[in-house]
Structure formats: structure tokens, C-alpha cells
């Protein structure tokens, strides 16, 4: 019989064929990069909800989910804040900045930064980003991984490097398009999750 805090054979099995999906579409978008314009921009096809689910599902990691309800809960609720202005700055994204860059027809903001202010902006921008980004890539990979070795056992080490090199593989094999869709299932899980506990919790 297995105890109360055992993940159990279901519980593997849903994690792994979940990571195996994850694989899955890396592998099967990776057929459709024949050009940077591809890779990089998923041939600006992509429908428009699955870039919006992306994009909900990039800023809403495993840390929203475990270390916001913690803060919130041993500080105080300001951080609510977020979610008030969040809908407010959407509509200068969507109908001022967004049109903007697509008239350009520039792959990154960096490039219009370039074209704008010169290479060295370009660069001087782009290694703060990076900086940024790591510190951030660092924290987002930790935590859910701290949080998979605790209910399942795993190696720490071994959880940081399974949730990195997956990201990686997928991401360089299918491109944006890969980032873009598993993203977009990454959303209806968490969503789905949060859901199924409100109900639960009724």
C-alpha cells in the first residue's frame, strides 16, 4: 500500500507522457524550419489566441502558482496590484506597440533599437536583457524543480537538468512555433489546475 505523500504510478505516468508531448512537438515542428523567418517567427502565422495563451503562460510560471500564494499569504495582498494593471497596460500593447513592430517587419525589438539608435544601444540593451533574463531563468527553473524533487523523490540536480534540457530540445528543434504551442498547453494546465482546486476547495 503506498503512503500518503507517495507520487505513485498514475502520477508518473502522467508526468512523463506529459514530458514525452513536450518532445512531441518540438519534434514533429522541427520539419517546418527551412528559414530564420520560420525559427524565429513561426512564418508569422501563428493564430492569434495561441500567441495570447503563450504569452499568459510565459509571465505565469510555477513561481506565480507557489511562490506567489506564499508571499501573499506570510506578507500582505499589495502584490494584487499586478493583476489590477496588467488589463490596463494590455490595451497600449495591443493597439499602440504591437502594430508598430509588425509594420517594421523587424524580427526583435533589438533590431529596431538598432536601426534606431545604432549598434551599440542594440548590444548595450541586449546584455542587460540577457542579464535580466538569467537571473529570472534561474529562479523559474529552481523552484518547480525543487518542488517536482519534493513530491516525487527525483535528484534536485537531476530535476534542474530534466526541466532545462527539455526546454532546450524542444525550443531548438521547432523554433518559436514549439515555444508558442507548448506554451499554449502549458496555459490550459494551469489554468485547468487552478480551476479543478477552486472547485475543490468550494
Same mark, same amino acid.
Given at each position: 500500500?503506498? +503512503?500518503?505523500?507517495?507520487?505513485? *504510478?498514475? %502520477?508518473? !505516468?502522467? !508526468?512523463?507522457?506529459?514530458?514525452?508531448?513536450? /518532445?512531441?512537438?518540438?519534434?514533429?515542428?522541427?520539419?517546418?524550419? $527551412?528559414?530564420?523567418?520560420?525559427?524565429?517567427?513561426?512564418?508569422?502565422?501563428?493564430?492569434?489566441?495561441?500567441?495570447?495563451? +503563450?504569452?499568459?503562460?510565459? &509571465?505565469?510560471?510555477?513561481?506565480? =502558482?507557489?511562490? &506567489?500564494?506564499?508571499? &501573499?499569504?506570510?506578507? %500582505? #495582498?499589495?502584490?494584487?496590484?499586478?493583476?489590477?494593471?496588467?488589463?490596463?497596460?494590455?490595451?497600449?500593447?495591443?493597439?499602440?506597440? =504591437?502594430?508598430?513592430?509588425?509594420? /517594421?517587419?523587424? *524580427?526583435?525589438?533589438?533590431? =529596431?533599437?538598432?536601426?534606431?539608435?545604432?549598434?551599440?544601444?542594440?548590444?548595450?540593451? +541586449?546584455?542587460?536583457?540577457?542579464?535580466?533574463?538569467?537571473?529570472?531563468?534561474?529562479?523559474?527553473? =529552481?523552484?518547480?524543480?525543487?518542488?517536482?524533487?519534493?513530491?516525487?523523490?527525483? %535528484?534536485? $540536480?537531476?530535476?534542474?537538468?530534466?526541466?532545462?534540457?527539455?526546454?532546450? &530540445?524542444? *525550443?531548438? /528543434?521547432?523554433?518559436?512555433?514549439?515555444?508558442?504551442? #507548448?506554451?499554449?498547453?502549458?496555459?490550459?494546465? !494551469?489554468?485547468?489546475?487552478? /480551476?479543478?482546486?477552486?472547485?475543490?476547495?468550494?
Amino acid at each position: 500500500m503506498e +503512503s500518503q505523500f507517495s507520487f505513485g *504510478t498514475l %502520477n508518473y !505516468l502522467i !508526468l512523463f507522457s506529459y514530458l514525452a508531448l513536450m /518532445l512531441g512537438i518540438g519534434f514533429r515542428l522541427s520539419r517546418r524550419q $527551412t528559414s530564420t523567418e520560420e525559427y524565429f517567427l513561426a512564418g508569422r502565422r501563428m493564430p492569434w489566441f495561441i500567441v495570447a495563451l +503563450s504569452m499568459f503562460a510565459s &509571465v505565469t510560471s510555477a513561481i506565480t =502558482y507557489i511562490g &506567489v500564494a506564499g508571499t &501573499v499569504y506570510a506578507e %500582505n #495582498t499589495s502584490i494584487v496590484l499586478a493583476a489590477i494593471i496588467s488589463p490596463l497596460v494590455t490595451p497600449f500593447l495591443i493597439y499602440l506597440f =504591437y502594430p508598430f513592430y509588425r509594420r /517594421l517587419k523587424v *524580427t526583435t525589438s533589438y533590431e =529596431y533599437i538598432q536601426r534606431r539608435y545604432g549598434d551599440g544601444a542594440r548590444y548595450a540593451v +541586449s546584455v542587460l536583457f540577457l542579464f535580466a533574463r538569467l537571473g529570472w531563468l534561474g529562479t523559474v527553473i =529552481y523552484v518547480p524543480a525543487l518542488t517536482l524533487s519534493v513530491v516525487t523523490g527525483i %535528484n534536485l $540536480t537531476l530535476a534542474i537538468l530534466l526541466m532545462g534540457i527539455l526546454a532546450t &530540445v524542444y *525550443t531548438v /528543434l521547432g523554433g518559436l512555433a514549439a515555444v508558442l504551442w #507548448t506554451d499554449a498547453l502549458q496555459f490550459v494546465i !494551469l489554468i485547468g489546475g487552478a /480551476l479543478w482546486v477552486a472547485l475543490e476547495l468550494i
